[in-house]
């Protein structure tokens, strides 16, 4: 099981792991960015390491991320903000997987979204120390 409270250490590391909070599955998240499906996968795998400072700018922009935090681990944006977007992610993604109905038959998936709120709220601690 990988650590979840271990902190993305770069750009590259940021953005994905503001990509796989997102709440949106692989295909979706194609769908809306410049990139296959394998590309995201791989991505996700750690396959990849490393994703251009061209194509951060452009994901960061599409999914409305902070581009400060993905580039710098900080952000130019109030604490208030941050923790706000923060709660409003965990909150759909929460209210996704539910209204699915999935959690009654996937114990994995329920974790999983456990693992995904707690990486929410580490990232929204951190961001707000900094």
Known sequence: MQNIFALPKNASERIIELLKESGKNQPELADILPVSVSTIS?????????????KRELIANIMKFDLGYIETGRSNRSQLDLAHDAINRAEENTSDYIASGLHQDDPVKLLELAESLIRTARLAFEKKRT
Do not use: E, L, Q
């Not at 791989?42 to 061209?54: M, N, V, Y």
């Open 42 to 54: 791989r991505w996700f795998s750690g396959d990849t390491k490393h994703i251009s400072k061209d």
